[in-house]
């Protein structure tokens, strides 16, 4: 089993920058494939992004493509979600998921392990 925590959220100003971290426990982080997904209030949780055990390739939907990046360090078990040039539409919660195997596009409902979530705010 995974243990999840992430952390690095809050409330940011529109244009600005914000790194996300996810710290893991547990069994071998370098075992999973690692996920960012997020939640708005009222709309459907929505990947973010994902990364193979590795850190070598990684995933990003197209709509998202160019602000975010998603990057571990896994002599330190922890996972990172980099995010430019913020948005209001940036606000939600983010969280980190963990699976084994598969598609690193795969969908919220593959991924075994999940945190609590961190809130970002972005005001304008």
């Known amino acids: 089993q995974v243990q999840l925590v992430e952390s690095g959220g809050g409330l940011v100003q529109t244009v600005g920058s914000l790194r996300l971290s996810c710290a893991a426990s547990g069994r071998t982080f370098r075992d999973y494939i690692m996920g960012w997904f997020r939640q708005a209030p009222g709309k459907e949780r929505e990947s973010v992004g994902a990364i193979s055990p590795s850190g070598l390739t990684t995933y990003y939907p197209d709509s998202l493509k160019g602000r975010f990046t998603i990057s571990r360090d896994n002599a330190k078990n922890t996972l990172y979600l980099q995010i430019y040039s913020l948005k209001p539409e940036d606000t939600a919660v983010y969280y980190c998921?963990?699976?084994?195997?598969?598609?690193?596009?795969?969908?919220?409902?593959?991924?075994?392990?999940w945190g609590q979530g961190t809130q970002v705010t972005v005001s304008s």
């Open positions: 998921a963990a699976r084994t195997g598969g598609n690193l596009a795969a969908s919220s409902r593959t991924y075994e392990y």
